[in-house]
């Protein structure tokens, strides 16, 4: 099939390639010419495993290419996807300008039947607009429909997600819509995939409950971390102990910092929002919410519970992502971690596998603040390790010249990186676990 695939961020770009490498023929619009040449190269401008490999496979089959020109774009093909950004706004609702710039430029330059589909993450009943915006700006003629395909990729697995769906949800409206989709999506109902129909309201309030769902599940298991903390229980036997529950079931329930990233705290956020402008108070997700940013304090405070005074102490941070395996540093709780440090005039060594140079952007290098091109070389003359994001690397570092290079062996873990029995030599203190060697605080 001809897919149009319009925004070429981490949504845009998987699904574009994605779809591509399943032998549609697919034409990817950005706004501008920025990194346009590298795409058409292969070289995609975001860190997620396998992408590159999928987009040159695809440039060299002639299944993929880039344009900046949006009227070429909508002119290629009857499917389009509208994979723009919906930031959060000033009020905590999602910000739609893109959502409608796409559907003025799609009404002013459409000359025959479209399928309009919203993959980007919008409130429900967002589609009536996108609707309402097409019919005002296109000249009446000409017949569409809109549709919505909420996608459920993760960063640093997308290209695993796409290709292994729990589920793919699509609203439609009309039995034209509905037929197209069911074409586009053979290659999964054929292998045993769910393609879930519904109306594009329940397709949209799928999205936002379901990110919601599992933030909630992560504040719940934090919660409970702390408890554990309190009582000298481990809470990775809780987390196991209830997730083989299978109505309750063990993923998402990792106890730790704390989510950040570019989904979860807006989408709550704009969640609570919608239920607000319905007239409902979703308490539910502002403890969620409250839990979540508590999560970073009560790290600061376990630093600071060890460290007692900051200034000029050597802290190494490894991780400065929002996940392991992205480079994708928004919202990360790296950023609060590292803001709150730098006032107390610790001298930071920082290290991420690939989220370095974005987090420069952010915290450019000074007196206090320095990057540092390898975990071990960040942890030179040490006074304590701050680990902030599960990368692989991490969890295979040799212990022993960890130790080796630090002043201080201590360790503060806010992802549960070891076991405390693999700790030995070490101060380590992690979340929602007993401590092992824990100096006693005078
Ligand atoms: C999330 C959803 O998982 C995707 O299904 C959805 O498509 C995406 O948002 C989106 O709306 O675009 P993503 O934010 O990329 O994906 O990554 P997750 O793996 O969900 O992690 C989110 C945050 O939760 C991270 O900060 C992670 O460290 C944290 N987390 C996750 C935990 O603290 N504990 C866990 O057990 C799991």
Not at 63 to 69: A, K
Not at 121 to 143: A, D, E, L
């Amino acid at each position: 099939m001809k897919i149009t695939v319009i925004g070429s961020g981490y949504v845009g770009l998987v699904t574009a390639a994605c779809f591509a490498d399943l032998g549609n023929q697919v034409l990817c619009a950005k706004k501008t010419s920025k990194n346009l040449d590298k795409l058409n190269q292969g070289i995609s401008h975001i860190y997620e495993p396998g992408l590159d490999e999928i987009l040159k496979r695809c440039l060299d089959k002639g299944t993929i290419e880039f344009t900046n020109d949006i009227k070429r774009a909508i002119d290629f093909s009857d499917l389009i996807f509208i994979c723009v950004g919906t930031p959060q706004s000033e009020t905590g609702k999602a910000d739609l300008s893109q959502v409608e710039d796409v559907a003025r430029q799609i009404a002013e330059n459409m000359t025959d039947y479209k399928l309009i589909v919203e993959k980007s993450t919008v409130p429900v009943n967002t589609h009536q607009w996108v609707k309402k915006t097409v019919q005002r700006y296109s000249n009446g003629n000409i017949q569409f429909d809109v549709a919505s395909n909420p996608e459920f990729l993760r960063e640093g697995t997308g290209v695993y997600d796409f290709n292994n769906p729990d589920r793919i949800v699509v609203g439609v409206e009309s039995e034209n819509a509905h037929k197209i989709f069911q074409e586009l999506y053979r290659p999964f109902t054929e292998k045993g995939d769910v393609l879930l129909i519904t109306t594009p309201a329940a397709a949209e309030l799928i999205k936002h409950a379901s990110n919601s769902f599992l933030a909630m599940k992560i504040s719940y298991i934090n919660m409970v971390a702390e408890l554990c903390e309190k009582v000298g229980i481990d809470v990775n036997m809780i987390a196991d102990g209830i997730g083989y529950d299978q109505r309750i079931g063990r993923s998402f329930l990792n106890a730790g910092i704390g989510y950040g990233g570019s989904c979860f705290p807006k989408d709550v956020r704009a969640f609570i929002k919608i239920a607000e402008d319905h007239g409902l108070d979703f308490g539910l997700l502002r403890e969620t919410e409250k839990i979540n940013s508590q999560m970073r304090e009560r790290f600061l405070e376990k630093v600071e519970n060890v460290l007692w005074i900051n200034k000029d102490k050597n802290i190494t941070i490894w991780g400065l992502a929002f996940k392991p395996d992205t480079d994708d540093i928004r919202e990360a709780p790296s950023i609060d971690i590292v803001r709150k440090l730098y006032e107390t005039d610790a001298n930071l060594r920082l290290y991420d596998p690939q989220a370095g140079e974005n987090f420069q952007n952010l915290f450019p290098e000074n007196e206090n603040i320095r990057y540092c091109s390898d975990k071990y070389e960040a942890l030179k003359d040490s006074d304590a390790l701050l680990l902030i994001t599960e990368w692989d690397e991490f969890k295979n570092a040799d212990l022993n010249k960890v130790k080796n290079l630090m002043r201080l062996p201590i360790i503060i873990d806010g992802r549960n990186m070891f076991e405390s029995e693999v700790m030995e030599g070490f101060e380590y203190y992690s979340v929602g676990r007993e401590n092992t060697n824990q100096s006693e605080k005078p």
